[in-house]
């Protein structure tokens, strides 16, 4: 499929790969498929110039149509407005590119493409070079954010949305499906989905002690465990062409089947009518059509807009079971992150944009037979989840968190992981500063 042919690409090819998380690559994989898992967290900065500046690739490759993070897309068009290559990669003809930046479009899947690189597959060995390139600096810094998220959500009494993201990807059995609802579950999956583990656990934990608040360096040195054609994935080229790293190259297959251990499990998303309409009867669907088990993160009005999805399970007993999450905040919690909270009273915003729900979700899903579970803390969303898993049938597992915390919670996760990821990039040039300087004093002596 097309995961896989991104992640044969990633090896052919040495460049950074940032997955959307709506590609497969980051939900029930191992680091062995590449990817960054957090690029959305690379790019925080106070300051976007001074920083992206110093991440700026020579080259994107954008694998798919347009991806989740608002942030990672204004990177990509930051970056060409300031001379990067863009290459668009998608079988269809539609542009996908509003502000028309894209320089090169190829209709084609990631499978042709990556017939076309493998005839250049010499080249590629023969310009390889330092093992400390863009793509390593990436990966290192991935694996920071990913032990500070950990640290900093572990640090958190309450359970936040979040934590349910994470955990849920973490979690989430071989041989299933995910399917994610809009607004906030699927911009939380995306941000926080798949904790890496690490390539390079000393390094990494040398890198960890240095940069990660308290809380953290106790994790650094123990790493947790933890159908896609129009998969969406960015290929971010060296952001030096002469320190651009092809990275250890193996055996590569040209027919886009890897182990669903390294590409990850089956991910969709669907937009609906009004954004949150039809997702739970469309899960179903995916559910059906996939011929496995899948498990739906959905919030409570999305939840609420599609109740009469509740009797197509009832009556789909005999399709594959749907686990769905249901994050009840009571309310629009999407709308707290906008500019309209700020600009009129809380009664007014309450009404019109939360809009609090008080419904019995529980009492909805026993009308309709179907099981439920009631979660307010992490160790109960573990257990709840692995019994929702086990018992072979649609069920409901209910996530009861604080929408009037939420924002300041992904405040504060996001200033954690900023902070650390910017101490890492300046411990990593340094040592990379000193390796070349010690390579040159070598060089000299030898002459």
Known sequence: GAAAAAVQLVAALGFAVGADVSSGLRVGSSSGSGVLHHLDNLLLADDNDSWWIKLQPDVIVQIGPRVTSKRVNQFMEWSAMRGTPWCFVHPGPERHDANHLVNCQLSMTPQQLLQIVMIGSSWQQSHGSSSRGYTDLLNRLDEVASLQIDASLAAISQLSEMAVARQLSDQIPAGSGLFLGNSMPIRDMDMYAGSRRLCNPVAAADVAVTTITPNAAAAATSPSSSGDPGASSSSLGSGSSSSR??????EISTTGSLP????????????????????????????????????????????????????????????????????????????????????????????????????????????????HQRVTSSAD?????????????????????????????HKQLQADVQSAVHKAFDLLTGLLVRDCVWQQQQQQQQQ
């Open 260 to 371: 669903e251990t390294i590409v990850g499990v089956p991910v969709a998303a669907n937009r609906g009518a009004s954004g949150i309409d039809g997702v739970l009867s469309t899960a179903a669907g995916f559910a059906s059509g996939l011929k496995r088990p899948v498990t739906l993160i959905i919030g409570d009005l999305s939840f609420l807009h599609d109740v009469n999805g509740l009797s197509l399970l009832r009556a789909g007993e005999m399709s594959p079971p749907l686990t769905v999450v249901l994050i009840n905040n009571k309310g629009g919690g999407i709308f707290s992150f906008l500019p309209v909270a700020g600009a009129v009273g809380r009664e007014a915003f309450e009404r019109l944009w939360g809009t609090p729900q008080n419904v019995d979700l529980e009492g909805l899903c026993r009308a309709h037979g179907i099981p």
């Open 245 to 250: 790293s092809a990275g250890p190259r193996s």
């Open 381 to 409: 969303l573990s257990t709840a989840l692995t019994n929702a898993w086990g018992i072979n049938r649609h069920s409901v597992v209910e996530v009861i968190t604080d929408r009037s915390q939420n924002l300041a919670l």
